[in-house]
């Protein structure tokens, strides 16, 4: 199983979306155990939407689809209005 997740930083107002095979993992990563990136600098994160799809190349697909600009759009469109 592959996972495509969003991630929210309250104190920064950002969103991290990322792909993993390891959600917990990845996540203790992201909050406590990564000592450089993008995901250091505006800690803590919190994940407020994670899909799982059966294959590495379907969560792909979505997670560049997410990251595109029009689903960058609509991601922060729906936390704006509370959909997250």
Known sequence: MFTVYVLYSFSADRLYIGMTSDL???FKFHNYKATKGFT??????????????????????REKFLKSGNGWYKSKRALSQGLF
């Open 24 to 26: 917990i993992t990845r």
């Open 40 to 61: 250091t600098m505006f800690r803590p994160w919190f994940c407020i939407v994670v899909e799982t799809y059966q294959s590495k190349h379907l969560a792909r697909n």
